[in-house]
C-alpha cells in the first residue's frame, strides 16, 4: 500500500525527487520545483543550492 509523502522531511524530498525526475527536463528543475513546494508549504527552503542537496550524506 502507498501512502503518501511528506515533502518537507528529508525522505520524502528524496523519494519525491526520484518520483518527479521523469516528468522533467532536468535534475536541477525537479530540484527547483520541490524546493519551491516546500518554501510554500513551511516558509523555508530545505536546500540553499543543488550541490547541498546533491551532497548531502544520506
Same mark, same amino acid.
Given at each position: 500500500m502507498?501512502?503518501?509523502?511528506?515533502?518537507?522531511?528529508?525522505i520524502?524530498? /528524496?523519494?519525491?525527487?526520484?518520483?518527479?525526475?521523469?516528468?522533467? !527536463?532536468?535534475? =536541477?528543475?525537479? %530540484?527547483? /520545483?520541490?524546493?519551491?513546494?516546500?518554501?510554500f508549504?513551511?516558509? !523555508?527552503?530545505? =536546500?540553499?543550492? %543543488?550541490n547541498?542537496?546533491?551532497?548531502?550524506?544520506?
Amino acid at each position: 500500500m502507498k501512502t503518501a509523502l511528506d515533502i518537507t522531511t528529508a525522505i520524502g524530498f /528524496y523519494e519525491t525527487y526520484f518520483n518527479l525526475l521523469p516528468y522533467f !527536463k532536468t535534475q =536541477y528543475e525537479v %530540484f527547483e /520545483y520541490l524546493n519551491d513546494e516546500v518554501e510554500f508549504i513551511t516558509g !523555508k527552503q530545505p =536546500y540553499k543550492h %543543488f550541490n547541498e542537496f546533491i551532497n548531502k550524506p544520506g
